[in-house]
């Protein structure tokens, strides 16, 4: 996708194991700006709840695709036809500053086409269409959509969970706006090469011990307020990326259905699940992802050295040693 090979580096992982900050010191290090691959955080007045970088870490390192999209603007729906063209433009404009492209996120699907070079277009939602599937799922539910994509295009049926109906009914208005089978639009025009994946990992119940602190830190720092914001503005918690962990337990809280423990409680198990997700995108037997133990006391000498080993490898970057 990228005109020219040129050194890319991933850092990506679950929710909650570190990456942020690591790609933070490893831009200082090697001159590095930070592509966002979260899709959450590309979002405006989403602060708390996605736990994006700070101010500090923002001065500290360039940070591209990150909190530009405007919730209320009805056009600016963003999903991977959107991030695929921004992220490859931002990419080339770090490489021609001289500077390291870093690639970080927790969203595999973001991840992974812009390694495996897919092309996909950006097809608009269709709000009428995704409502009246969302009556057909809770009606005859997943499996029947699954099987009605089935019959539209085997081959992207057989690339899609039947469990996953967002995907699905994804697929399914695809073809409804285009015409067109939706494997059509999931084309691979080349993976990136010169390329390094380094995977942040932990002991599964220390993460979640992690996740858990960070949601209390949400909290105190003012997730309620942020929710009470965004309902202010006419936003509905649970549609679109308001569906994030935090934001629907908080709407519910504000609605009066739950209280605010319980809330807090569903906050940290939706985002044990979102975790569990996250590793199926990223499996910890890839031979692509290079996997560093995220609770090592020694982690950025340990990131630097594979960095410092991979722009020498037969990539000159013109970059300064860490």
Not at 140 to 148: C, N, S, T
Not at 291 to 304: K, Q, S, T, V, Y
Request: charged share 25%; aromatic share 6%; proline share 7%.
């Amino acid at each position: 996708m990228l005109a020219e090979p040129a050194p890319v580096l991933f850092i990506v992982g679950p929710t909650g194991v570190g990456k942020t900050g690591l790609a933070v010191a490893l831009a200082q290090r090697f001159q590095g700006e930070i592509v966002n691959a979260d899709s959450r955080q590309v979002y405006r007045h989403m602060d708390i709840g996605t736990a994006k970088p700070t101010a500090v870490e923002r001065r500290k390192a360039p940070h591209h695709l990150v909190d530009f999209v405007d919730l209320l603007d009805p056009d600016r729906s963003f999903g991977l036809g959107s991030f695929l063209p921004l992220a490859v433009g931002a990419i080339a404009e770090i490489r021609g500053r001289g500077r390291l492209p870093m690639v970080v996120g927790g969203t595999g699907q973001y991840i992974w086409a812009l390694l495996e070079g897919w092309d996909v277009p950006e097809v608009p939602p269709d709000p009428d269409f995704r409502h009246a599937k969302l009556v057909e799922l809770e009606q005859d539910g997943a499996l029947a959509l699954h099987q009605e994509l089935h019959r539209i295009d085997p081959q992207r049926a057989a690339e899609l969970d039947p469990r996953n109906a967002r995907r699905v009914i994804r697929a399914l208005e695809v073809h409804h706006t285009t015409g067109r089978p939706p494997s059509d639009f999931v084309r691979r025009s080349g993976p990136m090469t010169a390329t390094c994946v380094l995977g942040l990992t932990m002991d599964r119940a220390e993460l979640y011990r992690r996740i858990d602190d960070r949601v209390d830190r949400m909290i105190a720092d003012g997730l309620e307020d942020e929710v009470r914001g965004l309902a202010a503005m006419g936003l509905t918690m649970g549609q679109g990326p308001l569906a994030s962990p935090g934001y629907v337990e908080m709407g519910q809280y504000l609605a009066g259905d739950i209280s605010l423990s319980e809330a807090v409680q569903r906050t940290k198990f939706r985002t044990h699940r979102l975790v569990r997700r996250q590793y199926t995108w990223f499996k910890l037997g890839d031979p692509r992802i290079t996997w560093l133990d995220a609770a090592a006391p020694d982690l950025e000498d340990r990131a630097a050295a594979e960095v410092k080993g991979f722009l020498a490898g037969g990539h000159p970057s013109g970059l300064p040693p860490a």
